[in-house]
């Protein structure tokens, strides 16, 4: 074999095995699952947790709004045994008092959910995204109690979902948008934006009652959030970092549930077993 058969082999196999590049989905769910770290070690460690609250108040719609943005309709059964097992640690922990069940039910009500309303916004548009707004906002009171961030996360996931029409409308990847429809789902995301922030800072400040300053970190931080997500599209990140940061982000970002799962069970377990760590 010539040398340049072999260079050409050795180029062609090195090809095919170059790492994938980080996608911008990866520094999203990083990024969401370091604030939720936070989150759970002010409220389980913490006697003064207010800032790390207001933190934590930054992480979860970040997951809501890639479950509503992914076209997958899957919903993995283990989401359910996972919701099943950290509602009954939580559960445990407050001598078996009812608690708000664990926000994986929320995850797989929205998953399965999706393709439905999806299928609702492109053939009856603004009609369809106004009686989801208003079913949301009004049934706030009655979910609190009875999922995980109540429909607010749902709100979040339809804000996901407008903006994930949007950018397959604007790359020409969806068969059902033409120029009109394309000017929708532009406003339609917005909207829903302004609303999902809206009604989120309500909730979190009613649930909270964060002092001024507190309350306008997680204004900014919220804002700052819908933002970017507003320019949320999947795809290589312009940002590429070295190769061993590369591989801890593409980690983070195919294991990001397991991983809250995991620290979510680990502080409620050492704080059942070890009690003197509470605050």
């Known amino acids: 074999m010539s040398t340049r058969s072999r260079t050409e082999k050795h180029d062609a196999r090195r090809s095919t095995t170059a790492p994938q590049p980080v996608d911008n989905t990866d520094w999203l769910k990083a990024g969401a699952i370091f604030l939720v770290g936070i989150d759970h070690f002010g409220y389980f460690f913490l006697e003064n947790d207010l800032w790390w609250s207001a933190l934590g108040r930054v992480a979860a719609p970040p997951f809501f709004f890639l479950l509503g943005y992914a076209r997958t309709r899957t919903v993995p059964l283990h989401w359910i045994l996972l919701g099943v097992i950290l509602t009954l640690l939580e559960a445990w922990n407050a001598d078996w008092a009812w608690v708000t069940p664990n926000i994986f039910f929320s995850f797989a009500l929205i998953r399965a959910a999706r393709p439905h309303v999806q299928s609702m916004l492109q ?15 009004g049934v706030l009171p009655l979910t609190a109690n009875l999922v995980d961030y109540g429909s607010t996360g749902w709100l979040w996931a339809l804000f996901g979902l ?19 429809m394309l000017q929708s789902a532009g ?27 507190q309350l306008a970190a997680v204004a900014i931080g919220i804002g700052a959030l819908s933002a970017s997500l507003c320019q949320f599209q999947r795809g290589p990140s312009p940002i590429q970092p070295p190769e061993a940061v590369a591989v801890f982000l593409r980690f983070i970002g195919r294991h990001t549930l397991e991983l809250y799962a995991i620290q979510l069970a680990g502080s409620e377990l050492v704080i059942k077993f070890v009690p003197a760590l509470a605050p």
């Open 123 to 137: 053939h009856y548009g603004w009609m369809a995204f106004a009686i989801f707004v208003a079913a949301l906002v």
């Open 162 to 180: 407008c903006q994930r029409m949007y950018v397959d409308g604007a790359s020409q990847r969806s068969e059902f948008f033409d120029r009109g």
């Open 187 to 213: 406003f339609m995301r917005l909207l829903a934006c302004f609303v999902t922030v809206g009604v989120y800072l309500w909730q979190e400040q009613n649930e909270h009652s964060f002092p001024e300053v």
